[in-house]
């Protein structure tokens, strides 16, 4: 029971540096989003997709691309780093809203 | 412009008493409302959820309201135990938006033995 799975836990890249937060589901749910965690900012959405093939933006997608080829894959893409994307991202997925959302353990990473 | 606010981000109790952590909302679509408990280096986990149509929820020791002409929920921890000290998300969505939640900046809760 594998749940949502994010890799990597930890990340330092440096300004202008691209990378991609990879992100896994088993649950087989139809719904997958992309959170990023501030300091006493609680979540904020970056992108969300409502099953393959279908994405879109959130509250704060500049700086970020994402895609979702399957219903299990769900990677956010990074292309230049810049240290205001310094936060910890949580992937998350689900059925519906009724259910709540399941989340991954989250990728802290650090933009110098 | 932050629809969900939770204005304490922190709270202290002692074990055995009650905790209430509040939230308010400003967007009047919002019909659904979540609670989610988080502990360090881990993701959020679902705690409890409100339907619009209701104005109390219980799940064990955990009790939600919902007063919707206040725009205000507030969750109720009865009796709080140590391990209930994690940070505790509000969260709503509005029926046109689907799935998508709208989360508060989170509230700390520390219960002292």
């Known amino acids: 029971n594998a749940g949502v799975t994010q890799t990597p836990k930890f990340r330092i890249l440096k300004i202008g540096q691209s990378m991609t937060l990879q992100c896994t589901q088993d649950?087989?749910?139809?719904?997958m989003y992309w959170y990023r965690q501030d300091p006493g900012m609680g979540l904020k959405l970056i992108y969300y997709?409502?099953?393959?093939?279908?994405?879109d933006k959130g509250e704060v997608p500049n700086g970020y691309n994402v895609s979702r080829s399957t219903t299990e894959d769900f990677p956010l893409r990074l292309e230049l780093a810049a240290p205001s994307q310094t936060s910890v991202y949580f992937c998350?997925?689900?059925?519906?809203?009724?259910?709540?959302?399941?989340f991954g353990s989250g990728t802290r990473l650090t933009v110098v | 412009d932050q629809q969900v606010k939770q204005n304490s981000p922190s709270l202290s109790v002692q074990e055995g008493r009650i905790s209430i952590l509040n939230c308010d909302y400003t967007?009047?679509?919002?019909?659904?409302f979540l609670w989610y408990k988080k502990y360090p280096a881990e993701g959020p986990t679902f705690l409890i959820s409100?339907?619009?149509?209701?104005d109390k929820n219980e799940d064990g020791r955990f009790t939600v309201f919902l007063n919707k002409s206040a725009k205000h929920l507030s969750l109720h921890i009865v009796p709080s135990q140590p391990g209930d000290s994690a940070v505790y998300f509000c969260?709503?969505?509005?029926?046109?938006?689907?799935?998508?939640?709208?989360f508060g900046e989170g509230t700390q809760l520390t219960v002292n033995p």
């Open positions: 998350a997925s689900s059925t519906d809203r009724v259910y709540g959302y399941t």
């Open positions: 649950m087989n749910h139809n719904y």
């Open positions: 997709s409502v099953g393959a093939g279908i994405t």
């Open positions: 967007n009047s679509m919002f019909d659904y």
């Open positions: 409100i339907s619009s149509i209701k």
């Open positions: 969260a709503a969505s509005e029926g046109t938006s689907g799935s998508r939640l709208t």
